[in-house]
């Protein structure tokens, strides 16, 4: 490839974090990928933070040290966001702090374009590259839309050009990377946000990158810097994208404000009443969207219901007790 850094320049420093949880097969196919990498011009090193696995998970990482420039770290407190703050706390970051997941296939020039996409912009601090879903077998009927593929299996694709992320837009968490200095803004990520073995909620990235463009940060789109999350046959499952779908509502009540918020704050009674209207739709959605015979209106109709009853569920939880 001709593209590479000059190499007159100094190395770009980058920190790759990735957290994981009992997914040792996983992780090791990812780590198996990391070593192929291009790292000429790149002075890297390799977070894995094992958020108390109880699998193969620290014989997996074991295996690969010596083969790359890669750290462990533990953390017993469950959550993704935990584990990325362990690492946030605990390690010499370099100026570029990259964050991916356990199930992930870089291009092997990812390093590489990273570092230039940051030479090239030195005024943007936060960037989201493209991610391809890599199906297990073949790709299920109903799993079609930009809105499915991304919430469901994180394919990020906002075409062949750099482009700035507008509105509500964001990257996704299996590709971003951020300047190190961001940290000195917002230091930590939420610990109420993101995945974790029970009470899951998704958005964990997405509330730390609200946070930095509410505070003036532009973020920046580029196609070059390219992974592919390999999507297993559980997460191929219906029932599984239904559970991913009201954790997603669960999370927009806490990024985006609870289920009819304007009604709530004009009159309490009308906002109850709406509420329990909307239980009645959403419910009476999610028993349609699975008597439909069509795979698309099924999935379509069941996981939007999903997302509604996840805020609903949320909205109710976040205001229980008060006034």
Known sequence: MSSQLNRRE???????????FNRAEPLRETLSALTALDYSGVDCEIVVI???????TPAVVKSFQGRMPLVYLHETRQG??????????????????VFTDDDVTPDPYW??????????????AVFGGRIEVQWPVD???????????????????????????EGLECPLGPNFWVRKDVFATVPW????MGPRPTNRMMAGETAFLLNLRSRGFTALYTPLASVKHRVTARECQLTSLRRRAYR????????????????????KVLW???IAADYVYSSGRLMWGFVQPDPRSNCYQTVDAMVRIGRLNETLSLLWGKP
């Open 189 to 192: 990520f939420d610990e109420e």
């Open 272 to 274: 109850a009443t709406t």
């Open 111 to 124: 390093l590489q374009q990273i570092a230039q996409v940051c030479a090239r912009w030195p005024e943007i």
């Open 248 to 267: 997603l509502g669960r999370a927009q009540a806490r990024l985006h404000g609870w289920s009819w918020q304007e009604t709530y704050r004009k009159s």
């Open 10 to 20: 100094p190395a770009a420093g980058i920190t790759i974090l990735i957290p994981t």
């Open 80 to 97: 993704k966001n935990p584990a990325l703050n362990k690492a946030l706390r605990e390690c010499t970051l370099k100026d570029i702090v």
């Open 139 to 165: 790709r299920p009927e109903w799993a079609e839309g930009d809105w499915i593929l991304a919430f469901g299996y994180s394919r990020h694709d906002l075409g062949d050009r750099e482009v700035a992320y």
């Open 50 to 56: 094992d958020n108390n696995s109880t699998d193969a």
